[in-house]
């Protein structure tokens, strides 16, 4: 089955939606195809050099697509020009693997040298594969050096918007802060059918608003969303790369602001565009809150579905950030539920991830390998190296200068400290929080807080101003946290994940885990000791209670719903 066809249109519609959503990604867990890419015909123009750069001007429509069929028509193989074109087209459409593809392959015409190249086509792809990397890599150490192309082309008279954006985007992703906000912001008008204000009105808007959003100005990080979303649709169409990433950044956005319905379609509709971009950082938060707008209406089989099938995708395309995170989210789940025996060993499957990168730059691999080892020390009862690591984190994500990640483990360490009974300081340490989420608008942060956390909300709400010295302009704002939570309790029902657990016995779970491992019936009876026959009448029970009918189906379905 292809990717992109993984959650369609079927997905999305009223009446058992979630069905159509739930089989498909099943399936992604059987069978991913990480080769299909989404190709259509856009606009193109050459912008990353200026007014004065090369390339062709004016509008593309008449001449770009012109020149490209011309090119083509002469020969079989596509001149060096022509793929300079594809890939620019590419570019401006967020196809990021395949505008690399097309780079790799003009340097590889180039170097045929049986036709002239011009110095500017050269230069040209060298400023757009450096762009490209900075769109793509998540290594500190591969974005300064794509920095240093597009810098030196800035220095050299480089003035368009689109380089700009590129520019900031490669500082923020080294967390160089005094570079990004020195980035010159040019005027321009708003050119929806001109390639260069596809970059500089859409993806440059959309990387804007996560800056905005990490420094806790969430109204404005909002708004740009919205706006480079709308810009987005009306030129790409709803399920394209650049409409996804968009979608995905802005459903983040209106999630942490309490908001929820129509954001499962929101980013449903972009999903085929998020696995064909080879953009993980616009895959990883569109899976990131499916998986939690799924917790929050109480549909855990879900949440694990769809983490299971980012797992497979980060796997197929050697994303191990995005893989890390997978599975520290899963994590978070399995100690929801109480199974901390799979938090820990989903644990040591993110420690063993991340010891074979050790040397990764990639800060998503490490911080959710922390964050992961965390969580389960405090759910074990040792809290207090629960906190050490948590306040090492706060401390690392403050020097980063990302305010919002730097809340979200301010609430988590608070509720560690509260849970080995530092009173006091996981107290002052909650108020500080709740001041700071109330000003920046911040509030799915505290509403999937953890149980002390919500004890002292509670209690917080209900004492007397005398008695809780709580700024009175507070006590609206956890009021409707509070009620947001009960809402949230009464409406969660067992899911299937949670009823086949309590259902499957301490030796079906055994015999299950050998399944996973390939082990025959007869295998699995010498192993345990217990007649052939025996594990047959088991495994029966597992397919059964599983609703599956051979053994493969039955481990597939086990491990998607976080059971293995």
């Not at 107290?427 to 999937?448: E, I, K, N, P, S």
Request: glycine fraction near 6%.
């Amino acid at each position: 089955m292809p990717c992109n066809c993984l959650l369609d249109e079927r997905s999305m519609s009223s009446g058992g939606s979630f069905q159509a959503v739930r089989r498909s990604s099943l399936a992604v867990v059987r069978q991913h195809d990480s080769t299909a890419l989404n190709r259509d015909s856009r606009p193109w123009r050459t912008a990353l050099h200026g007014p004065h750069g090369s390339g062709p001007t004016g509008n593309p429509n008449s001449g770009a697509r012109s020149e490209v069929s011309a090119l083509e028509s002469r020969s079989g193989r596509l001149s060096p020009n022509t793929l300079l074109v594809r890939a620019w087209r590419c570019l401006i459409e967020l196809r990021i693997d395949e505008a690399l593809a097309t780079v790799a392959q003009f340097e590889d015409e180039i170097a045929r040298a049986d036709a002239p190249v011009a110095p500017r086509s050269r230069e040209f792809a060298e400023v757009l594969r450096a762009v490209l990397l900075v769109l793509k890599s998540q290594n500190g150490a591969t974005v300064r050096a794509a920095l240093d192309v597009l810098e030196s082309r800035h220095r050299s008279g480089g003035r368009s918007p689109a380089l700009a954006a590129a520019l900031r985007v490669g500082y923020w992703k080294v967390r160089d802060f005094d570079r990004y906000y020195a980035v010159p912001r040019f005027n321009h008008a708003v050119a929806t059918h001109l390639g260069t204000h596809g970059l500089a009105t859409i993806i440059g808007p959309t990387f804007e608003a996560v800056v905005e959003a990490e420094q806790l100005r969430l109204a404005v990080a909002t708004r740009l969303a919205r706006n480079a979303h709308e810009r987005a649709v009306s030129r790409f169409g709803k399920r394209s790369p650049v409409t996804a990433r968009a979608s995905v950044v802005l459903a983040e956005l209106l999630y942490e602001e309490g908001h929820s319905a129509g954001l499962d379609t929101l980013v449903m509709e972009s999903l085929a565009g998020v696995r064909t971009s080879g953009d993980a950082e616009s895959a990883l938060r569109a899976y990131r809150v499916l998986a939690r707008l799924a917790v929050r209406r109480g549909d855990t089989e879900f949440a694990f579905l769809i983490l299971k099938e980012a797992e497979v995708l980060a796997a197929a395309r050697e994303w191990t950030g995005m893989m890390a995170e997978s599975l520290m989210l899963r994590t978070e789940l399995l100690l929801k539920e109480g199974r901390t025996r799979d938090a820990a060993i989903c644990t040591e499957r993110i420690e063993t991830l991340a010891r074979d990168h050790r040397l990764s730059s990639d800060d998503t691999l490490h911080v959710s390998h922390a964050l992961a080892r965390a969580q389960v020390l405090v759910a074990t009862g040792d809290a207090c190296r629960g906190a050490t690591i948590l306040r090492e984190l706060q401390a690392a994500s403050c020097g980063k200068r990302n305010n919002y990640w730097a809340l979200r483990l301010s609430v988590q360490l608070a509720d560690a400290l509260l849970g080995c009974g530092d009173q006091a300081e996981g107290r002052a340490m909650l108020v500080q929080a709740l001041q700071v989420g109330a000003r920046a608008g911040v509030y799915q942060t505290f509403v999937d807080a953890g149980a002390h956390v919500a004890e002292l909300l509670l209690s917080l709400h209900h004492a007397t101003p005398q008695d809780s010295r709580l700024p009175p302009e507070l006590r609206p704002y956890i009021g409707s946290i509070l009620a947001d939570r009960a809402q949230l309790r009464r409406g969660t029902l067992p899911t299937r994940a949670s009823r086949v657990t309590e259902s499957l016995s301490p030796r079906e779970h055994c015999i299950l885990r050998s399944m996973s491992c390939g082990l025959s019936n007869k295998r699995i009876a010498q192993e345990l000791q217990i007649a052939p026959e025996t594990v047959k009448s088991h495994a029966k029970g597992i397919f059964n209670k599983l609703a599956v009918q051979t053994r493969a189906h039955a481990v597939s379905t086990a491990s998607a719903l976080g059971l293995l």
